[in-house]
């Protein structure tokens, strides 16, 4: 088998360098695909699996849906319901001890439980704790094949060589990365996001805009990166408020979510993402601030002060959401582009940062762990510790 592992995945693309690409494993998309989890499963010759999954979906009886469609097929399942919010390093070592004699596991949620399930596809080939695998390729064995059910269209994690981990005892968002955990097979059904409330709905979306936008307007983009990312932001510009305020009634528009967060997640493998996330995932580890929620509130900041690094992708942007940019210089195009966000964000139902009891004081330390950021030197401006702390500064006068 190639080794496809030490595939460059953050170095400024363009017209003069030489980017790769290396997407793997099957998709399955459609209503009512994961209906066939269990077909598709024997169809690999799997005996038996672990199913990672949360209490919510068992609530809601979406996990036995899955449950169901593989036992039905003659195998084994044993299953992890007990995925929090933040999946962390416990959730890992638990999943393992359950998945060790598995063929393969399986992620049915959000990035809280198919990001624990391929940190458990490593540990249960590779030993240790995930803490010895935070970065890129960091493993030497084949993880455990991975099969990932999204239940929500965001993360886009179903389609990507990632995972974020929350170490507790830091205080930290850990990432894990390498193409041995992408997934082997991605069921993306939109019928599963049909029964989430209207504020997950929201702010998962957001989370797959912001993947796409960071993904147009990274320093590392490539053709194909961009086709993705346009694409999607195409896609989830005119859905997202239907999906949100409508439910499950404009079904075209959630297919369009789910198809749009994947392709978004495609776009972030090999373009990166930028500051929006290196600012969201310290205020989830220190204040536990959805993942969703705090991208939503940072994209329209973070876009503003990058516009004037690449005006011209901005003021594509305003196009993408409908706008008409005619006569407008590119500058006047890229400033709608930016506000063509701020205003979807009026829109959603997502709580503002001073819920959560973010406050000035806590700022500075924020701002040290967003400069540690991995994203941070793929953001089209580059950024010192004072531009987030302003960044910051600026995201908690936002009021909902």
């Not at 209503?31 to 799997?46: D, F």
């Not at 993705?228 to 997202?240: E, N, R, T």
């Not at 924020?366 to 994203?375: F, I, R, S, T």
Request: with cysteine; charged share 20%; proline share 5%.
């Amino acid at each position: 088998m190639l080794n496809l592992s030490s595939l460059d995945y953050s170095v400024f693309k363009d017209k003069k360098s030489i980017f790769s690409w290396a997407p793997s494993g099957a998709i399955l998309f459609g209503n009512g695909a994961a209906k066939r989890t269990g077909e598709e499963l024997k169809k690999l010759g799997v005996k038996k699996a672990t199913l990672v999954t949360d209490q919510g979906l068992v609530k809601f009886g979406i996990a036995d849906k899955i449950i169901q469609s593989v036992t039905g097929a003659g195998i084994k399942l044993d299953v992890y319901d007990e995925c929090e919010p933040d999946s962390s390093v416990e959730t890992v070592d638990k999943i393992v001890a359950l998945a060790k004699d598995s063929d393969v596991v399986i992620g049915l949620g959000g990035g809280s439980s198919m990001d624990p399930a391929k940190a458990a596809a490593i540990l249960v080939t590779n030993g240790g704790s995930i803490r010895d695998y935070q970065g890129c390729d960091k493993f030497t064995a084949a993880p455990l094949p991975i099969v990932a059910i999204p239940t929500a269209a965001g993360t886009g994690s179903e389609c990507t060589p990632f995972a974020v981990i929350a170490d507790r005892q830091r205080a930290w968002k850990m990432p894990v990365g390498g193409t041995g955990i992408m997934p082997a097979l991605a069921i993306c059904d939109p019928e599963l996001t049909y029964s989430l409330p209207a504020s997950v709905t929201a702010a998962t979306g957001m989370d797959a805009l912001t993947h796409a936008i960071e993904a147009y307007t990274s320093r590392c983009t490539e053709p194909i990166s961009d086709a993705l990312a346009v694409q999607a932001i195409k896609l989830i510009a005119p859905a997202i408020r239907p999906v949100v305020y409508r439910g499950d009634s404009d079904k075209d528009a959630r297919y369009d979510m789910m198809m749009g967060a994947m392709l978004a997640g495609y776009a972030f493998t090999t373009a990166s993402l930028g500051i929006s996330h290196c600012m969201a995932h310290p205020l989830g580890a220190q204040y536990h601030v959805p993942h969703g929620v705090a991208n939503a509130l940072c994209l329209p900041v973070v876009m503003e002060f990058n516009m004037g690094a690449w005006p011209e992708h901005y003021a594509d942007i305003a196009g993408f959401f409908g706008e008409d940019t005619y006569g407008m210089s590119v500058r006047e195009a890229a400033k709608v582009g930016v506000q063509c966000v701020y205003e979807l964000l009026e829109d959603m139902p997502i709580k503002p940062l001073e819920s959560f009891g973010v406050t000035e004081d806590g700022l500075e330390r924020l701002a040290d762990d967003a400069m540690e950021g991995g994203d941070r030197p793929n953001n089209a401006r580059m950024t010192t510790k004072d531009d987030f702390i302003q960044l910051y500064k600026k995201v908690m006068t936002l009021k909902k």
